[in-house]
């Protein structure tokens, strides 16, 4: 059985979230959960320094390629840099995958004879490009995911969605989560991560949501004591 472990140093036992399983993190001390709200995002934005440790079957995994993060809910972008680059990159896949060539090569020809039409009438010695390659098209094209008028939810399932299409990931990392969706969407979300075969780490500050089935929480209480509160052992579901 596949197992993930997320560890620090001072979270002892460390993060373990089981094939079937998703897990709370509650940190109520303010200071200590915006450290590690902190350090996590970073490291998933690719800082050199390491205090998390992403593990899985006993091998570390690099966070920025195996991990990603909503710490935002009101900034949820589903156009950023990230995904704008790996969606690029796939267009260009499924060009030279379908045999596009050719068709990009005819709009780069009648592009070409526009902008030489545009010379010869303006009187302007214009330079441009020799190749016009697919990524440059599509920039050219404004490509990007529509995300418009779309529920918080579904929202989320795109970026899920985007994130496991587009890297080898393993684990996602929520903040806040319960306090924007409702007892079903946090149930809908689960089991969209585990179709995915995605591990789900929610992190609050504050233990006021019952534990839920397949949910494994660790609390680090105001006393920075660890406390550990692990549900029923089955993937079945009952909403």
């Known amino acids: 059985m596949n197992k993930i ?9 460390p993060i373990e979230i089981q094939e079937g399983f998703f897990a709370t993190l509650v940190v109520e001390p ?5 450290k590690y709200v902190s350090e996590l995002k970073n490291q998933i934005e690719g800082c050199t320094e390491q205090n998390f440790h992403l593990i899985l079957n006993n091998n570390t995994l690099p966070m920025d390629k195996h991990a990603f993060g909503i710490f935002d809910f009101f900034n949820l ?21 379908t045999n596009q060539e050719e068709r990009i090569t005819n709009i780069e020809k009648n592009i070409y004879e526009i902008i030489d039409d545009f010379s010869l009438s303006s009187g302007l010695n ?5 190749s016009i390659n697919a990524t440059a098209l599509a920039k050219l094209c404004g490509l990007k995911i529509s995300d418009s008028s779309l529920s918080l939810l579904e929202k989320a399932f795109n970026y899920i969605d985007l994130y496991c299409e587009l890297l080898p990931t393993k684990i996602l990392i929520l903040v806040f989560g319960k306090e924007f ?10 089991e969209h991560c585990y179709d995915k075969q995605l591990r789900l780490l929610i992190i609050e500050n504050s233990d006021s949501y019952p534990l839920l089935q397949n949910e494994n929480r660790l609390i680090i209480d105001q006393d920075q004591c660890i406390i550990t509160q692990n549900s029923a052992l089955s993937h079945n579901i009952i909403i």
Do not use: A, C, W
């Open 30 to 34: 303010k200071h200590i959960f915006y």
């Open 181 to 190: 969706f409702t007892l079903d969407e946090m149930y809908q979300l689960y």
């Open 77 to 97: 972008n589903l156009n950023s840099k990230t995904i704008t680059n790996l969606l690029l990159k796939k267009l260009v896949d499924f060009i030279i995958r």
């Open 5 to 13: 472990i997320l560890s620090r140093y001072g979270i002892d036992p």
């Open 126 to 130: 214009i330079e441009y490009s020799e």
